[in-house]
Structures are given as C-alpha cells and as structure tokens.
C-alpha cells in the first residue's frame, strides 16, 4: 500500500496508515435507530486509509478500487455539498472534523479496502471511521465521540437517517468477541461467543433499489408508533421504551402495518436481551432458534428482506449442523449470518453456493466471521492484505 501511495504522489515520506473494520450485526436489526440493542462483531474485513502531510493546500483522495482520485481545496472543504459519489462519505466526515473545531490540515490519501460494498457488512462506516482517523492523522479523538461524528457525517451530508451501530463497532469493535451496544446510553458490554459455534456470513450480492428509501420509510413508522404509545404513555421517547406489555395494550390504537413495525423492534430488542444470556450460558440451540425469530420477524413485520435472504436462511436452516440463520444489516439485499456446529462449516460452504446458484444463477460470496478489533493507527504494515486478496 506505501508503494501505490509512492506511485500515486511521488514520495510516501511521513505516511502513516489508519484502519477500521467492517461489521457483521449478530442480532438486533433495526433497533438501533429506536435507541435499543445490538450485538455486532467487527470483521477482520476492513477499510485502510494511508495518509501523508501535502505540501500545498489540498486534500487528495486516490480508491485503490475504483482507480480514482479526487481533489479539493481544504479551504472550500467547510462548503462543499454532497454529489451522490463515494467521496461524500470522506467529506461528510471532513466537515465535521471542521465542525467539531478539528482543523482540517492539507493531506494526500490512498483508500484500500476488502469490506465488499453494497454487502450489508457495513463499508461505509469502515470508510467513515478510517477516514475520520486518517484526518486526525494520531491526533486523539474520544472513540466515542468519533463514533458520533462519523454518524452524523452519514445522516447530515450522505443523507442516510442511520442509528449508532455501525459506526460504534467499528470503533469498539474487540478480537475473539462480540459487543452488546445500549444505543441510548451508548455504552457496551463485550460478549464471547461460545465455543463448539461457528458464525458464517453469505452476500446475496444483491442490493435492491428500495434500500435507502425504505429504510427513512421504517424510521417514520417507528416514530408514529411512539406517537401512539404517548398518548397513554406520555414519558416513552422511543420504541426503546415500550415493553411487551405496553405494546400490547396500545397494539390496537395502531393501525395495522405500523403495529406490525412497532412489533419487530419490541420483539426484536428482547430476543437480543435472551440472545445474549443465551450466549453467556452457551445455550447454543436457543441462540439459533432467535436467529431464526428475528430473521421471520424482519422477513414478515418488518418487511426489509428480500427472496434472496430468504431463499439463503431456508436453505441454511435445512442443513446438517446448523444452528440458525438471519439476515444482517439494513435488508433488501446483502448479507446472512449463520450460526453452526464448526464441523458443519465445510458441507455449508459447498452446498449454500449451489443451492443458491441453482435458483437464482449467482455465485454467492462467503465470509467467515473472524472477531476483530476496532479502528487504530495501524502500525503493522506486514499485516494490511495485498490488493490481490480484495474482495469486492
Ligand atoms: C444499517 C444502519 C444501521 C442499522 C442497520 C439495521 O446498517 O446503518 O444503523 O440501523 O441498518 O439494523
């Protein structure tokens, strides 16, 4: 990567590398927006930023991937509008650097990333987060309120109405474990995963249009939920609040398809709660059959997922060996999670491509979840992977 930097600008004096990992969500969908819990893991799949001082006032961008640059004047950067290009991601988060009273200094950037896009598996934070870094260059910035920033970056410039998680994992992302975030006091606690389970991830590698609109759409239907509830509950700010219990006594006030949201993110928030002692009791058969709760939940009341997802769970649940399936992430598209014996890792890899090939003629890609640490200055240049291992 200090190579293609040389290549790029002529000189990789000074250049320091900053990295931050992509995410796949255990359990948790769509609660993190109404202030509930999640439980993602970072992957060991991730966005690298290399950076070095420029000697006149710009900032230049150059994605390995795309074999593209882009420049601005760092003095115009405060102004710049969104033009629906990979960029915005970068100068969202450089604006609120400015914001936040980080002066933005002149630098030249190489982006690398093996997060495949569009995925579900969360590139666009990795490439907030490692950014975010690169900009600070090692100037110290609580992960915290990073998080935040690069959220609010997204919301404000990209234009996506996101929740806290991706960005939250990226940061605090922990090696052989997962992390169980409370997105209203934003704290976390750190989860080991059980032994004898194996947790693997399947990219449809579809993204059906609806995606960005749908989900605004979703977060509309949650707060005309909470309106309901308020009326004999006038202390719930968010879905976060409303117990089983409430839910069901103002169920029916609702009218029916918003009823049916409110129903996800309240089931969906306790499954995480049970998901989590379960995990902690290694009480693997019932951590799978949450997987499968949540995944009909998003499927039918939710409604964010799609044949795709729902032909991979199926097929998965089918198998010798496995002990869940779910979609991950925002839904229309991307990613499942499995969960399985780790002796039925090798048969789900050879059948879960054709069985998926055979009905719909794409060749899914596979990850396994490997638990990795959140975004730092990486300092091990041996250990960024080479353009040839990119997946995209
Ligand atoms: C996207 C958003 C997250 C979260 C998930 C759904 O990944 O960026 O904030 O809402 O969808 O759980």
Not at 136 to 152: K, N, S, V
Not at 276 to 287: L, Q, T
Request: aromatic share 8%.
């Amino acid at each position: 990567m200090i190579d293609v930097f040389r290549q790029i600008y002529g000189s990789a004096h000074g250049v320091r590398v900053f990295r931050a990992p992509g995410r796949v969500n255990l359990i948790g969908e769509h609660t993190d927006y109404n202030l509930g819990f999640v439980l993602p893991v970072a992957l060991d799949l991730a966005t690298y930023v290399a950076t070095a001082p420029s000697s006149d006032a710009q900032l230049r961008i150059y994605s390995e991937q795309r074999n593209e640059s882009a420049e601005w004047p760092v003095a115009e950067i405060a102004a710049l509008t969104p033009r629906r290009h990979w960029t915005d991601y970068c100068i969202g988060v450089a604006q609120e650097l400015i914001r936040a009273g980080s002066a933005l200094e002149p630098a030249n950037l190489v982006v690398r990333s093996t997060v495949p896009e569009g995925s579900g598996l969360s590139s666009s934070a990795a490439l907030e987060v490692s950014t975010a870094l690169a900009l600070l260059g090692g100037r110290r910035m609580a992960p915290l309120e990073l998080a935040r920033l690069c959220q609010r970056a997204e919301r404000n410039f990209v234009g996506m109405p996101c929740g806290i998680m991706d960005q939250y994992i990226s940061l605090f992302g922990e090696e052989h474990a997962a992390i169980c975030i409370d997105c209203r006091s934003l704290k976390h606690q750190v989860v080991r995963l059980p032994e004898g389970t194996a947790f693997v991830a399947v990219n449809t590698m579809v993204k059906h249009e609806l995606a960005g609109s749908a989900y605004k759409e979703r977060t509309e239907q949650c707060a005309a939920a909470v309106d309901v509830v308020r009326r004999r509950y006038p202390r719930v700010e968010s879905l976060r609040d409303v117990s089983p219990a409430i839910f069901e006594e103002t169920e029916s006030s609702m009218e029916p398809l918003i009823a049916r949201r409110a129903r996800h993110v309240v089931t969906e928030d306790a499954r995480v709660i049970e998901f989590v002692a379960a995990c902690r009791e290694g009480a693997v058969e019932r951590m799978g059959e949450l997987f499968e709760a949540s995944h009909r939940s998003l499927q039918h009341d939710y409604e964010v997922s799609c044949d795709e997802l729902d032909f991979l769970v199926d097929a998965a649940l089918g198998l010798e060996g496995v002990y869940g399936a779910r979609m991950t992430g925002g839904g229309f598209g991307g990613c499942t999670v499995n969960m399985m014996r780790p002796d039925a890792v090798a048969h789900f890899e050879r059948e879960i491509p054709r069985l998926y090939q055979e009905r719909f003629g794409i060749q899914p890609h596979i990850y396994p979840v490997r638990p990795s640490w959140g975004g730092e200055e990486e300092k091990n240049l041996e250990r960024i992977p080479a353009p040839a291992q990119l997946s995209s």
